[in-house]
T-cell receptor
Framework: SAVISQKPSRDICQRGTSLTIQCQVDSQVTMMFWYRQQPGQSLTLIATANQGSEATYESGFVIDKFPISRPNLTFSTLTVSNMSPEDSSIYLC???????????FGPGTRLTVT | GENVEQHPSTLSVQEGDSAVIKCTYSDSASNYFPWYKQELGKRPQLIIDIRSNVGEKKDQRIAVTLNKTAKHFSLHITETQPEDSAVYFCAASKTGYALNFGKGTSLLVTP
């Protein structure tokens, strides 16, 4: 399985500011995804990040609020913009291993907005 | 889009008993069905998966069954142990697409 790291692991941010979360994979992968998991809840897909093209956002998530970059096949960033307390959550990246259906998750970024 | 229903939301069993978690999906084009275990404060961990061309798969104490006609799949854990206590998520997807998750089942195994 791929080794996935995320930075930061946690952060406490003030309302109205932005935070960029990084996701690094130890091998090249085509498909990367960003999920949000609110406390005690399931995982909700924010967007699919493909290298060389615009991210594809799910209903309820917009590019202005959650801009995503995917500059190469091992790295992606998710920015949470103009944060409010409702954005407090765990943000996870995941990758689909090439030539496999399997998807693996990064350790997550725990965000608290005050 | 795909809708995944998962039951029960909580499950308590005694150590050594079996646990069964069931999921249904709505999109007949889904062809991949993984199960994840998430311990408190940890990332979801893939424990077993099944593809649509297979009806059953087993890995030691864990098994998954798939009924494509009825569009449901189940996770079976035998001889449960306290370390099996966690939240389990089922998911469904099509190749190259993101996972659609169920709401999760909180499993508690009591000694």
């Amino acid at each position: 399985s791929a080794v996935i790291s995320q930075k930061p692991s946690r952060d406490i941010c003030q309302r109205g500011t932005s935070l960029t979360i990084q996701c690094q994979v130890d091998s090249q992968v085509t498909m990367m995804f960003w999920y949000r998991q609110q406390p005690g809840q399931s995982l909700t897909l924010i967007a699919t990040a493909n290298q060389g093209s615009e991210a594809t956002y799910e209903s309820g998530f917009v590019i202005d609020k959650f801009p995503i970059s995917r500059p190469n096949l091992t790295f992606s960033t998710l920015t949470v913009s103009n944060m409010s307390p409702e954005d407090s959550s765990i943000y996870l990246c995941s990758v689909e291993a090439d030539f496999s259906y399997e998807q693996y998750f990064g350790p997550g970024t725990r965000l608290t907005v005050t | 889009g795909e809708n995944v229903e998962q039951h029960p939301s909580t499950l308590s069993v005694q150590e050594g008993d079996s646990a069964v978690i069931k999921c249904t999906y709505s999109d007949s084009a889904s062809n991949y069905f993984p199960w994840y275990k998430q311990e408190l404060g940890k990332r979801p961990q893939l424990i077993i998966d099944i593809r649509s061309n297979v009806g059953e798969k087993k890995d030691q104490r864990i098994a998954v069954t798939l009924n494509k006609t009825a569009k449901h799949f189940s996770l079976h854990i035998t001889e449960t142990q306290p370390e099996d206590s966690a939240v389990y998520f089922c998911a469904a997807s099509k190749t190259g697409y993101a996972l659609n998750f169920g709401k999760g089942t909180s499993l508690l195994v009591t000694p």
